[in-house]
């Protein structure tokens, strides 16, 4: 795993493409029989990208704390929006927009110092060498035998046509690999839909490293990716490796005119910190209007995002997973020499936070953002045995931060947590 990936604790995803036209659900629209495929594909005489600004996308993106982005250059209906010379589906050929998206957007994001990520969906419903329910992209009447959740589909009817279809999902993703500078991250989507014999891995996997030796891999790539990729769950417990939770600003991926049921900042920031607390990103996702532009309510969260992570950016960046909540019921990061603990405090304590298990003496606490210093004691603890006893920090709403409160412990040695026995836990 490229040490960029762990470092970076924070990305945004964004979903655009010709369902924002209508502001309906991309691809699942017509899988799910919403609409018919043809209704879906009369989107493209919509798609202007008018005010599409990439360098505003960038700033955005970068104010709101994130070291990488992740952009859908081909959903599952098969429209790209990059320049493809293997296909007249795109929105270079086929929408009134005419400009290469993909393109726009990674010059810029470069230029503001962040890494590239490319979705790219490995099925495609509109090609016509893509063999599955919907043959040709025509929707099949009876919709109850589809599940997007099956096994993957028995067998292949035409072999040949199959491998048609491989090669040209190697010849798209050539394209997006080297025509647009280093692609730092690939993060397919799709692969249920097939085995990985059918999908021919690990061998597409070692073209991929052929085209861009770096490049980090997801999961969905029916076990050959490089990292987990949970979505809109937080897990409960840390995954193993590396991981990377994708969730929406509001319920839906792109966007939709009607879905105004947004997470809250605070959501977001204390979601934020649970991924972080156990050593994952949180890829966070926007979807553009039709013609470009960012809804105001995404942008606000976005820059009050990154507000919060410049006011407390030490407990964030260059850390790693903190200690368990069995210790503290609240998330944490430890410092890389693991002589710092950061407490995140997510609601207004009445006069104490409660930190159990800690063996090291504390050298100083002191308020993240304000920098004011808290006073501690410790209450019980068997010595004679090397239990210890309960740490208890006072705090009250007065040295609070208006979202999340960050604190920090600092030590003259690495931590370490009482984990009975004798044993000593330092991380989740």
């Given at each position: 795993?490229?040490?960029?990936?762990?470092?970076?604790?924070?990305?945004?995803?964004?979903?655009?493409?010709?369902?924002?036209?209508?502001?309906?659900?991309?691809?699942?629209?017509?899988?799910?029989?919403?609409?018919?495929?043809?209704?879906?594909?009369?989107?493209?005489?919509?798609?202007?990208?008018?005010?599409?600004?990439?360098?505003?996308?960038?700033?955005?993106?970068?104010?709101?704390?994130?070291?990488?982005?992740?952009?859908?250059?081909?959903?599952?209906?098969?429209?790209?929006?990059?320049?493809?010379?293997?296909?007249?589906?795109?929105?270079?050929?086929?929408?009134?927009?005419?400009?290469?998206?993909?393109?726009?957007?990674?010059?810029?994001?470069?230029?503001?110092?962040?890494?590239?990520?490319?979705?790219?969906?490995?099925?495609?419903?509109?090609?016509?060498?893509?063999?599955?329910?919907?043959?040709?992209?025509?929707?099949?009447?009876?919709?109850?035998?589809?599940?997007?959740?099956?096994?993957?589909?028995?067998?292949?009817?035409?072999?040949?046509?199959?491998?048609?279809?491989?090669?040209?999902?190697?010849?798209?993703?050539?394209?997006?690999?080297?025509?647009?500078?280093?692609?730092?991250?690939?993060?397919?989507?799709?692969?249920?839909?097939?085995?990985?014999?059918?999908?021919?891995?690990?061998?597409?996997?070692?073209?991929?490293?052929?085209?861009?030796?770096?490049?980090?891999?997801?999961?969905?790539?029916?076990?050959?990716?490089?990292?987990?990729?949970?979505?809109?769950?937080?897990?409960?417990?840390?995954?193993?490796?590396?991981?990377?939770?994708?969730?929406?600003?509001?319920?839906?991926?792109?966007?939709?005119?009607d879905d105004h049921k947004y997470k809250s900042l605070n959501q977001i920031i204390r979601m934020f910190c649970d991924?972080?607390?156990?050593?994952?990103?949180?890829?966070?996702?926007?979807?553009?209007?039709?013609?470009?532009?960012?809804?105001?309510?995404?942008?606000?969260?976005?820059?009050?995002?990154?507000?919060?992570?410049?006011?407390?950016?030490?407990?964030?960046?260059?850390?790693?997973?903190?200690?368990?909540?069995?210790?503290?019921?609240?998330?944490?990061?430890?410092?890389?020499?693991?002589?710092?603990?950061?407490?995140?405090?997510?609601?207004?304590?009445?006069?104490?936070?409660?930190?159990?298990?800690?063996?090291?003496?504390?050298?100083?606490?002191?308020?993240?953002?304000?920098?004011?210093?808290?006073?501690?004691?410790?209450?019980?603890?068997?010595?004679w045995f090397d239990i210890p006893g309960t740490t208890w920090i006072h705090m009250t709403p007065a040295e609070t931060?208006?979202?999340?409160?960050?604190?920090?412990?600092?030590?003259?040695?690495?931590?370490?947590?009482?984990?009975?026995?004798?044993?000593?836990?330092?991380?989740?």
């Open positions: 795993m490229q040490q960029w990936f762990t470092d970076a604790k924070l990305g945004i995803f964004i979903h655009y493409g010709i369902y924002a036209v209508q502001g309906v659900a991309e691809s699942w629209s017509f899988y799910n029989g919403k609409m018919s495929h043809g209704e879906y594909m009369k989107q493209l005489d919509g798609f202007t990208a008018s005010k599409f600004d990439a360098k505003h996308w960038a700033d955005i993106i970068a104010r709101s704390g994130a070291k990488y982005s992740v952009l859908t250059t081909k959903h599952h209906d098969g429209v790209a929006l990059f320049d493809t010379q293997y296909s007249d589906l795109s929105v270079m050929k086929a929408t009134p927009a005419k400009r290469d998206i993909v393109k726009e957007w990674s010059n810029a994001i470069r230029e503001r110092g962040l890494h590239v990520g490319m979705y790219y969906s490995l099925i495609d419903w509109s090609h016509p060498d893509y063999p599955s329910v919907f043959e040709s992209g025509i929707v099949p009447a009876d919709l109850s035998q589809v599940n997007r959740f099956s096994s993957p589909v028995d067998g292949i009817q035409d072999e040949e046509t199959w491998q048609k279809f491989l090669t040209f999902n190697n010849n798209q993703l050539r394209e997006i690999m080297t025509n647009y500078g280093t692609v730092d991250l690939l993060w397919f989507d799709g692969d249920w839909e097939r085995s990985a014999e059918q999908w021919g891995l690990p061998v597409f996997k070692e073209y991929l490293r052929s085209l861009s030796p770096n490049v980090i891999i997801n999961s969905r790539l029916q076990g050959h990716g490089d990292y987990k990729t949970p979505e809109q769950g937080i897990p409960i417990t840390r995954p193993e490796g590396a991981w990377e939770f994708c969730t929406t600003i509001n319920t839906s991926w792109g966007y939709v005119h991924c972080i607390s156990m050593g994952g990103n949180m890829l966070l996702d926007i979807g553009p209007m039709e013609d470009g532009t960012i809804d105001p309510r995404q942008e606000d969260i976005l820059l009050g995002l990154g507000d919060w992570i410049r006011a407390h950016e030490e407990a964030i960046y260059g850390t790693q997973d903190g200690i368990m909540t069995r210790y503290y019921l609240g998330g944490s990061t430890l410092s890389a020499d693991k002589k710092t603990l950061y407490l995140f405090v997510y609601d207004a304590p009445k006069e104490n936070i409660c930190l159990k298990g800690l063996c090291n003496p504390i050298k100083k606490i002191t308020v993240l953002h304000s920098g004011k210093e808290l006073t501690h004691e410790i209450h019980g603890g068997v010595p931060h208006e979202q999340v409160s960050v604190l920090k412990l600092e030590f003259d040695e690495e931590v370490r947590m009482y984990g009975g026995a004798g044993t000593v836990v330092t991380h989740n």
